[in-house]
């Protein structure tokens, strides 16, 4: 799960109309770097939820939340403005975190918060101690 820090920022300061382009934007830079496998969504706001299929390991989840933090970095051309961004980002991992697909998006979307508690333009793994549900 990850979502655009300061989002609303960019509508207040810009209008919503470049906050809609933004977002079109942003889901075409994240399907950018998605593999054919992956799914990416946009809940509403401006969440995003990537689903991540046949991850080789742990360690390769890291990679890729990095490289969207990279990614996103780049600033976007919006008609006649350019938008600097920055990402949070929030993972789960099926089976280890649970096999429902509600907890499993409850978890992503708590490691979110805690990236974002964290200083934002960042990416956390859920732990079961960030949370209340176990």
Request: no cysteine; proline share 3%.
């Given at each position: 799960?990850?979502?655009i820090?300061?989002f609303?920022?960019?509508?207040?300061?810009?209008?919503h109309?470049?906050?809609?382009?933004?977002?079109k934007?942003?889901?075409?830079?994240l399907?950018?770097?998605?593999?054919?496998?992956?799914?990416?969504?946009r809940?509403g706001?401006?969440?995003?939820?990537?689903?991540?299929?046949e991850a080789?390991?742990?360690?390769?989840?890291?990679?890729?939340?990095?490289?969207?933090l990279?990614?996103?970095?780049?600033?976007?051309?919006?008609?006649d403005?350019?938008a600097?961004?920055?990402?949070?980002?929030?993972?789960?991992?099926?089976?280890?975190?649970?096999?429902?697909?509600?907890?499993?998006?409850?978890?992503?979307?708590?490691?979110?918060?805690?990236?974002k508690?964290d200083?934002?333009n960042?990416?956390?793994?859920?732990?079961?101690?960030?949370?209340i549900?176990?």
């Open positions: 799960m990850l979502d820090d300061h609303k920022n960019i509508n207040d300061a810009l209008g109309h470049y906050g809609d382009l933004l977002l934007e942003f889901g075409k830079r399907s950018e770097i998605t593999r054919k496998t992956d799914t990416v969504s809940l706001g401006d969440e995003f939820i990537m689903l991540m299929t080789a390991d742990i360690e390769s989840v890291d990679t890729i939340a990095q490289r969207i990279e990614h996103v970095r780049t600033p976007f051309m919006l008609s403005h350019e600097k961004i920055t990402s949070s980002v929030g993972i789960s991992i099926y089976p280890d975190d649970g096999e429902d697909l509600g907890i499993l998006i409850k978890f992503a979307d708590t490691a979110m918060y805690q990236a508690q200083g934002r960042n990416y956390s793994r859920y732990k079961p101690s960030m949370s549900i176990k």
